[in-house]
């Protein structure tokens, strides 16, 4: 199982930036599909974004246009860059591994989290 470290949450103020960072332990990363979820209270785990180990994206709609997911695979991290950050994007954010998907027609379809998760880091927007 992979081991996941993350790092870079935190309070901002609405519109501003945070960039989330996530190291995975393991040989496997290079080949496994990344991402985060995020919880916020009383709502359950929601998908923010995923990458591909050929580095298609995916995000969920309340998100386009402000976040940008990436990964270095010499440095085995992921990272989630957010812009324009909301009060509705306060939430802990988890980073996770081996997410369960298809690509089609150049689209990235996940169905299911992968086995290993992060410790999970806060992320908190003051309005």
């Known amino acids: 199982q992979v081991q996941l470290v993350e790092s870079g949450g935190g309070l901002v103020q609405a519109g501003g930036s945070l960039r989330l960072s996530c190291t995975a332990s393991?040989?496997?990363?290079?080949?496994?599909?990344m991402g985060w979820y995020r919880q916020a209270p009383g709502k359950q785990r929601e998908l923010v974004a995923a990458?591909?180990?050929?580095?298609?994206?995916k995000y969920t709609d309340s998100v386009k246009g402000r976040f940008t997911i990436s990964r270095d695979k010499a440095k085995n991290t992921v990272y989630l860059h957010m812009d324009s950050l909301k009060a509705e994007d306060t939430a802990v954010y988890y980073c996770n591994a081996g997410i369960y998907g298809i690509i089609s027609g150049g689209i990235y379809y996940p169905s299911r989290a992968g086995a290993s998760w992060g410790q999970g880091t806060q992320v908190t927007v003051s309005s």
């Open positions: 393991g040989s496997t990363f290079s080949t496994t599909t």
């Open positions: 990458i591909t180990s050929g580095g298609v994206t």
